[in-house]
């Protein structure tokens, strides 16, 4: 059997971090005289910051724009995660040693930009496990496209028939199945609802990754 290799979003999957995520966003739209609210929070998580621009606050915007606002956010949020710091959700831990053990490949293939992961994979002391990172700075189209699974399955040499996806957001579940590939999704965080993760095409839905074995992914990937 070919490698399996998995793909892991990190906001709400590998950790959670989106607390200083609203805080960031609601303060920015404060300083920008605009609404938001959690509601608008929850139906652009796993987005690029463009993308979130310009569905919530400026339809128009240019790309300079939401470069230069984009920016002001993560600086808001990652004060924030140095402040408060951060760990990783419960089993993330155990299946990370655990792929690594079994030979599987693993990547990152995360919306958020090249600094904050650099951050979070830091302080959590991770960045070992993976053979690549692939950033919202990497790629032209955000979730719900596959492009950064897409781009991350390259880097690791592996097919997409052959790439598991550990996610926690709708917009994430809809870019791995159009890619290609098999998905997990988990409900620890809280921001969208197991049957939204089912609709959107998740093959496994899980409350926690404390729920999931290294054996279970493996014959996932065979497709039993």
Not at 15 to 32: I, N
Not at 52 to 65: G, H, K, S, T, W
């Amino acid at each position: 059997m070919d490698t399996p290799a998995i793909i892991w979003d990190v906001d709400g999957t590998l950790v959670d971090t989106a607390e200083q995520h609203f805080r960031a966003w609601a303060r920015l739209a404060t300083e920008l005289n605009q609404p938001f609210t959690r509601a608008d929070f929850a139906a652009t998580f796993g987005m690029r910051n463009p993308e979130i621009l310009r569905q919530l606050f400026f339809p128009l915007a240019d790309d300079e724009q939401c470069r230069v606002l984009g920016e002001r956010k993560e600086d808001l949020y990652r004060a924030s995660v140095r402040e408060q710091g951060t760990m990783l959700l419960p089993g993330v831990a155990a299946l990370l040693a655990g792929f690594e053990a079994a030979g599987f490949l693993q990547a990152v293939g995360s919306s958020a930009p090249t600094g904050n992961l650099d951050l979070l994979l830091g302080l959590t002391n991770i960045r070992r496990f993976f053979g690549a990172v692939v950033t919202g700075d990497d790629v032209r189209r955000g979730k719900p496209d596959p492009e950064v699974f897409l781009t991350a399955a390259t880097k690791l040499g592996s097919r997409p028939e052959q790439c598991v996806v550990f996610e926690d957001a709708v917009a994430g579940v809809e870019a791995a199945k159009a890619g290609g590939m098999r998905c997990v999704a988990v409900t620890f965080v809280g921001h969208h609802s197991a049957e939204k993760l089912c609709e959107a095409g998740a093959d496994l839905v899980v409350e926690s990754l404390d729920a999931v074995t290294v054996s279970q992914i493996a014959a996932l990937v065979r497709g039993k």
